[in-house]
């Protein structure tokens, strides 16, 4: 590509009837540029280009391409990349929507289908050097090395333990052995260097067993066969299929069915995405994945958080060059570089966690049916509680509905008992109550496993003092700090502020301070103590920051080594325990009443999820759900089961106030570390929105949010909702760019908005 060079800093204004490209540089928000491209050179829509500013170069994507300008003083496009390291067009496509409709720079759309860690590392991967050894020296060397250069033998000994080639970074990663420890080897002539590409696969080690196909039951088979009559390939032309929502209750077999679904479609060339939740919390589902297709495992490609920069590099051109075919991921697999897609499946479609909670914020589910839209191929979303986004979507008929209304081998449903608190607080028994004691009792008896969930971690929710009434605020945020016991510390759930615990009130020196509140660290201490004989453990955020001690704990808890797991709603996901035969629900009240519209239907998610853990073997299941509220909608309707009656009754409220599903919820946040401005900002914004708002907005006033102060930030929110929300959309981009807020005063717009605290 040099010969490009020679035009790079010429003007190409004399280009009469050439090509030109539309390049929006990195790192430039959304301002774009035109460039001419020089006859021989071929470039495409998603190339990635270098291109002259000034007098430096910077690198871009081309986002047209055209026969013509506006613009003055073009100059040459300076060289185009090769092209594996581009864009496609439908994902170049989904970007440009994603910016218009989440009202985002379209720069920050593109990281999303363009990772950073693509575009940095594309300029180095062919320089990236490999060694391979050549020869081992004698033992007489080897033993003059263990005493004069120790790390000269430890990359020797990798090299050999592991033959081939090994990239540098790896060889260092594993023995400390730097560059010029590997120079040293090489002018010895005992290894060789090389610049061939070496791809990081974090699942080389490990080896699957392969898992055959299960024959479907009769209702699985008339999902499954649904869902094959939309897996016919499809001519550029023609529409693309209507969604699936799979409502099946947990425990039906959906995921066997994706599998199948997945299978078809490799069979067929083509290529298809799964989407969970959180990956590094379904162990199970990935393994599952991995053994049905063992024998192609390198064909499945997993992407999650805890990847390296290099490997994340590695997955994604391995994606892009058609060696993996299957893509397992979070919400940002949704993006993976695939062709010839043939299907996405989004498992738990209801969770939260697919929305993204920072620019772009958008929700991985409703990016997947676009995509399926615009590639025209078949997307399957599926649960046991479908959000009512979705549910409305089938209702609409812009989804076709599938339902599996019984668990695999009739195993039934497990029986829920609601268990009144206010009778059981009067007898001084606190957290457990006696029901939910002697089912423990009897279970450990018969020794079958039993979970007990409560949403909140740590010991308790805060420190009281009983003398002046003080409770330890986090000096950041506007929440009480919980105490951690095991650390002696309290923290800070929101900004992760840490302080050793009181021993007397900070306030009054009064040391009849004391905890109050229970979290599942307190649960886990209480439950040891009513039973000393018992295993007890525990699971939840803390834990799981010891990644391998949080592997461990599922591990023993599958093998029956432990009899009761404590946890948070992160293990309600996903999990299959055949010998777990209760569940406990500590205190199911505890998200029903945070001011959010949706807290309704994330408890009777919660719930019902939380209960079909139980009686997945061959004895049935108990659940017993503690609660204050027990004649609350959501705690009654996931007793029996029902989404049908809960979907009826909170439809109805949803409609009467105009909440979404009904409309779009657009949340525009203002935050300052100056109280006054912050509000000033929140105030003028509203009436600036009030005066010429688009038609049909429902606006409600700015107001402190919920969480009215959160990392040093004063927060304030403003509300908006709407029918037709890329008009609302476009119209907040048109006047916060132009409205001059002051400079610590941070607004961000959230279109769809999950997040409300
Ligand atoms: P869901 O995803 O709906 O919770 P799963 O697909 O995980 O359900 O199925 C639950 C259990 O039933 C799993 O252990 C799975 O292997 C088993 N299973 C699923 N389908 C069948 C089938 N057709 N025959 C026998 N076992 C099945
Ligand atoms: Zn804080």
């Not at 080594?561 to 055949?578: E, N, R, S, Y």
Request: charged letters at 25%; glycine letters at 6%.
């Amino acid at each position: 590509m040099s010969p490009l060079e020679l035009h790079s800093t010429e003007f190409a204004l004399e280009v009469q009837g050439g090509r030109f490209v539309r390049v929006i540089l990195d790192d430039s928000g959304s301002r774009v540029f035109d460039y001419a491209v020089p006859e021989d050179v071929e470039v495409a829509r998603g190339c990635r280009v270098r291109v002259p500013v000034r007098r430096r170069t910077v690198l871009g994507t081309v986002l047209e391409v055209t026969t013509s300008t506006e613009a003055s003083g073009v100059r040459f496009v300076s060289e185009v990349l090769k092209s594996d390291a581009g864009v496609n067009p439908a994902l170049l496509e989904l970007a440009v929507w994603m910016a218009d409709y989440y009202a985002c720079p379209l720069e920050n759309a593109l990281r999303a289908v363009l990772p950073q860690v693509i575009r940095k590392l594309e300029m180095t991967h062919q320089e990236r050097r490999a060694v391979r050894l050549v020869e081992m020296p004698t033992d007489d060397v080897l033993a003059a090395l263990e005493k004069r250069a120790p790390l000269q033998l430890a990359a020797l000994r990798a090299l050999q333990a592991e033959p081939g080639l090994m990239a540098v970074a790896e060889l260092a990663k594993r023995t400390d052995a730097s560059h010029a420890v590997v120079r040293a080897l090489e002018k010895k002539g005992w290894v060789a260097v090389e610049s061939q590409r070496v791809d990081r696969d974090p699942s080389r080690h490990e080896q699957f067993i392969e898992a055959p196909p299960l024959a479907l039951n009769a209702e699985q088979e008339v999902v499954f066969h649904k869902v094959c009559e939309a897996l016919v390939p499809r001519a550029p032309d023609a529409a693309a299929p209507k969604p699936f929502l799979l409502h099946g209750v947990t425990g039906s077999g959906k995921t066997e069915i994706y599998l199948q679904a997945i299978q078809r479609v490799l069979e067929q060339g083509r290529s298809a995405i799964m989407l969970v939740p959180e990956i590094s919390l379904t162990p199970q589902t990935v393994e599952r994945f991995k053994s049905r297709f063992a024998a192609t495992q390198h064909e499945v490609a997993v992407l999650h958080s805890h990847l390296s920069e290099g490997e994340r590099h590695d997955e994604w051109h391995r994606i892009r060059s058609g060696k993996a075919r299957i893509v397992i991921g979070a919400r940002s697999a949704v993006f993976a570089p695939l062709e010839k897609l043939g299907l996405i499946v989004v498992d738990e479609e209801h969770e939260p966690s697919y929305k993204q909670e920072e620019s772009p914020r958008y929700h991985g589910r409703d990016i997947a049916v676009l995509r399926g839209f615009l590639e025209r191929c078949a997307v399957l979303l599926g649960s046991a509680t479908p959000s009512l986004e979705s549910y409305h979507n089938v209702k609409l008929g812009k989804y076709d509905l599938l339902t599996i209304k019984t668990r695999v081998d009739d195993k039934k449903l497990p029986y829920i008992r609601i268990i009144d608190m206010r009778m059981e607080s009067k007898k001084q028994s606190a957290i457990i109550s006696s029901k939910l004691l002697t089912a423990l009792q009897q279970r450990i008896e018969r020794r079958e496993q039993s979970i007990l969930f409560l949403n909140r971690r740590g010991f308790s929710t805060s420190m009281l003092c009983e003398k002046c009434g003080n409770v330890c605020q986090c000096p950041n945020c506007s929440v009480s700090l919980t105490f951690h016991k095991a650390a002696n510390r309290l923290v800070c759930h929101t900004c992760g502020y840490i302080a050793l615990a009181p021993t007397k009130c900070p306030e009054c020196k009064d040391p009849g301070i004391r905890q109050q509140g229970t979290g599942t660290e307190r649960v886990e201490d209480v439950v040891q103590k009513l039973f000393p004989k018992a295993v007890v453990r525990r699971l939840d955020a803390d834990v799981l920051q010891r990644k391998a001690a949080f592997r461990e704990t599922l591990a023993e808890f599958r093998v029956g080594k432990i009899d009761i797991l404590v946890g948070t709603q992160m293990i309600a996901k996903g999990l299959h325990f055949p010998n777990v035969t209760l569940v406990g629900i500590i205190n199911a009240d505890l998200g029903l009443h945070l001011p959010d519209f949706r807290a309704g239907e994330r408890t009777f998610q919660l719930l019902t999820q939380v209960a079909g853990r139980a009686g997945r073997g061959d004895v049935e299941g108990e659940v017993f759900v503690q609660s204050f509220t027990p004649f609350s909608p959501a705690i009654q309707f996931s007793r029996h089961h029902d989404f049908e009656g809960f979907w009826d009754q909170e439809i109805d409220f949803r409609r009467q106030w105009n909440y979404p599903p009904f409309t779009h919820l657009v949340l525009l946040s203002i935050r300052s570390p100056h109280q006054g401005r912050g509000e000033l900002s929140a105030q003028t914004l509203a009436k600036r929105i009030a005066e010429d708002a688009p038609p049909g907005l429902i606006l409600s006033e700015a107001t402190p949010a919920p969480l009215e102060k959160s990392h040093g930030q004063y927060r304030f929110h403003l509300m908006l909702r709407t029918k037709s929300v890329q008009r609302l959309s476009r119209y907040l981009r048109a006047i916060l760019d132009k409205l001059p807020f002051p400079e610590d005063v941070i607004v961000t717009v959230d279109v769809d908005a999950y997040q409300l605290m």
